[in-house]
């Protein structure tokens, strides 16, 4: 809009204001929302075409967000005819393995909707695999891999379905149920923090010792944990002990060092990630 009238907080009009100035603004044809900033602008024309395209933009953000297909809303989405196809993106810690889910689940085509493999490959999630499935409306399934820490902030801010599974069976029967609404997720995995392996020690009777830095979130004793190599997983099991220089401790947080070895496994290389998390019940959504 055009600015009519600047008042500052005693009533009194004002031609300008500047830093530190508080006004009360007339003339806009809308109300800003807290925190917006103001620019002026040589021409009102100038003006209205930004703002006219911001709200544009802001629209089709808004209407791509609604549309994120996930495994929890697909039947009824299939039921009201707004899907005819579900988008897969597939990543898996083998060739052979991402091949044999493309195939397993495409057979699960019917005539309502026809399930199409995108993309499949080799290697952890990554933020292009996320931004794939966004522009796309696909669902993300992971084989043995887990999606790396940006990954899995950009698929919660974007709204992407990302299914991890261990067995093929799973991920057919859980595509299977969603098509015909019978999908019941009672169990969430919460990722609660990573530790990044920097060196390596043998003790006696113990075995391997990973000196490890924490770099997201905290490491908890009794938390379940897996060793992820590349983002792909190559064991998962829980801690032998955790160490806070020389003293047991039940937790260490972000930023800080530890010593941890892992119960029945002594095959930790430097530079692997481990990644604590915990299951918790969730209440089903249909």
């Known amino acids: 809009g055009r600015i009519r009238a600047l008042t500052n907080d005693q009533g009194k009009r004002l031609k300008s204001a500047g830093p530190s100035v508080p006004v009360e603004v007339t003339g806009l044809d809308g109300v800003p929302s807290a925190g917006q900033n103001?620019?002026?602008?040589e021409t009102e024309r100038a003006a209205r075409d930004i703002a006219g395209r911001r709200v544009e933009k802001a629209r089709e953000e808004e209407m791509a967000?609604?549309?994120?297909?996930?495994?929890?809303?697909?039947?009824?989405?299939?039921?009201e005819g707004e899907i005819k196809?579900?988008?897969?993106?597939?990543?898996?810690?083998?060739?052979?393995?991402?091949e044999a889910v493309a195939q397993a689940l495409?057979?699960?085509?019917?005539g309502e909707v026809r399930v199409k493999v995108i993309h499949g490959a080799v290697g952890g999630i990554t933020e292009t695999d996320i931004n794939l499935a966004s522009a796309s409306n696909a669902i993300v399934i992971g084989f043995n891999v887990r999606p790396e820490a940006k990954a899995a902030a950009l698929s919660e801010q974007s709204g992407v379905d990302v299914r991890l599974y261990n067995v093929i069976y799973d991920a057919t029967d859980d595509v299977k149920k969603a098509m015909e609404g019978l999908l019941?997720?009672?169990?969430?995995?919460?990722?609660i923090g990573r530790a990044e392996v920097r060196q390596l020690f043998r003790a006696p009777k113990i075995g391997t010792i990973a000196g490890c830095r924490v770099t997201q979130g905290?490491?908890?004793?009794?938390?379940?944990?897996?060793?992820?190599?590349?983002?792909?997983?190559v064991y998962q099991g829980q801690l032998a002990s955790l160490k806070h220089f020389k003293d047991d401790v039940r937790e260490v947080k972000e930023g800080l060092e530890c010593g941890l070895s892992v119960q029945n496994y002594n095959d930790v290389?430097?530079?692997?990630?481990?990644?604590?998390?915990?299951?918790?019940?969730?209440?089903?959504?249909?």
Not at 85 to 98: C, F, M, R, T
Not at 184 to 191: D, G, S, Y
């Open 184 to 191: 019941a997720p009672t169990l969430e995995e919460k990722v």
């Open 38 to 41: 103001f620019v002026v602008m």
């Open 65 to 79: 967000q609604s549309r994120k297909v996930t495994l929890a809303d697909l039947h009824t989405r299939i039921a």
């Open 85 to 98: 196809e579900l988008p897969i993106v597939i990543k898996a810690d083998v060739q052979g393995s991402a």
């Open 269 to 286: 290389k430097e530079g692997d990630i481990l990644e604590f998390f915990t299951i918790e019940e969730i209440q089903r959504t249909l």
């Open 218 to 233: 905290v490491v908890q004793r009794g938390a379940k944990r897996r060793v992820l190599r590349d983002s792909v997983v």
């Open 106 to 110: 495409e057979k699960l085509s019917t």
